[in-house]
């Protein structure tokens, strides 16, 4: 099945620059935490990321446990390079990660030199590619020297299996170190992926971007939409009891899962500290709707500013050990 992607892809894609390297990423990107395990079809993954790709999304999220079960996602979206992308390989960011549960016994999970290498070697072998483009150490191991674990993510780069490395789910202080260690070996560390949305803003009261920004290091955040709570929380109405209720922010013009995930993006993206916003979408629709939060002119600062006096967070603290993303 032969696959022509739009001709007009780059036309509506914002790029931005990873922190201080030479990569640029769109400002929305794909990821394949849900929706691409074996309990959907391979058709169905096949539309949504047509459909990304023909609206400028370059970047592919995966990770190694993605499913389910886990592999399942590094598996389909193996599938698809060789049936629909090949020909695009050198268009696309294609990330992974390592650090959750993969498999039974000690060497199956967190950030030891064994596992995180390992895993990338199996990644690769599903997903069928001699390299990935940005290869993550999923969370911070606290009973892993973080030296270890960093070192391994030199050894994939200098291995020719990553062409960046990066961390994802590491709180500020974690990061400076990380980072730090990183810069001495050789290979800076070039994005952090943490979870942030208008309901969960950690990263902002932890002193994460900030600590970014200083260490010229991008972000790429996951669950902007708080896993859907901000495209369908509302949709029957705005509830009494609810922060949107005691302000203006939240208008009826705004109750539809597309008007609703265009802000939620719109409120991330502010102020460009963040490089790219990480979505997911169970049909292809939901991507399109997404994107076009790029070109609304809708939000003005005025309403942005409004909608962080409602939109408080509602988890000020990474969990110690996160939820899988």
């Not at 001699?130 to 960093?150: A, G, K, Q, W």
């Not at 509830?239 to 597309?258: F, H, M, N, V």
């Amino acid at each position: 099945m032969s696959y022509d992607p739009a001709s007009d892809r780059y036309d509506r894609m914002i790029f931005n620059r990873c922190g201080l390297s030479g990569l640029k990423l769109p400002a929305i990107s794909l990821g394949l935490w849900q929706n691409f395990g074996d309990d959907r079809s391979l058709e169905s993954k096949r539309a949504i990321c047509r459909t990304a790709f023909d609206l400028g999304i370059t970047h592919f999220d995966l990770a190694n446990n993605y499913g389910p079960p886990p592999g399942s996602a590094e598996a389909a979206f193996g599938e698809l390079i060789r049936t629909d992308f090949a020909p695009f390989r050198d268009e696309m960011i294609i990330s992974s990660k390592a650090g959750y549960r993969m498999g039974p016994g000690p060497y199956g999970e967190w950030g030891s030199r064994k596992y995180l290498l390992s895993s990338l070697d199996r990644s690769l072998k599903r997903l069928g590619l001699d390299y990935v483009d940005i290869f993550y150490s999923h969370r911070f191991d606290p009973e892993t020297p973080l030296e270890e674990t960093m070192a391994a993510l030199d050894s994939a780069v200098r291995q020719g299996k990553a062409l960046y490395v990066g961390i994802s789910n590491y709180r500020s202080e974690q990061t400076r170190e990380a980072a730090a260690i990183l810069k001495r070996l050789g290979t800076p560390c070039l994005i952090h992926q943490p979870r942030y949305s208008m309901f969960d803003r950690w990263t902002e009261t932890d002193g994460l971007f900030d600590t970014l920004d200083e260490d010229g290091i991008g972000s790429i955040v996951f669950s902007p939409l708080a896993q859907g709570t901000l495209t369908d929380k509302y949709l029957a109405g705005i509830p009494t009891d609810s922060r949107a209720a005691a302000g203006k922010w939240l208008s009826p013009s705004y109750l539809s899962e597309a008007r609703l995930a265009q802000m939620a993006l719109a409120a991330v993206l502010r102020g460009g500290r963040v490089t790219s916003a990480l979505i997911g979408a169970s049909r292809p629709e939901q991507v399109v709707d997404c994107v076009k939060a790029l070109d609304t002119r809708e939000f003005s600062a005025e309403e942005l500013a409004e909608i962080d006096l409602y939109a408080i967070d509602a988890n000020t603290t990474p969990p110690a050990r996160p939820a899988s993303t």
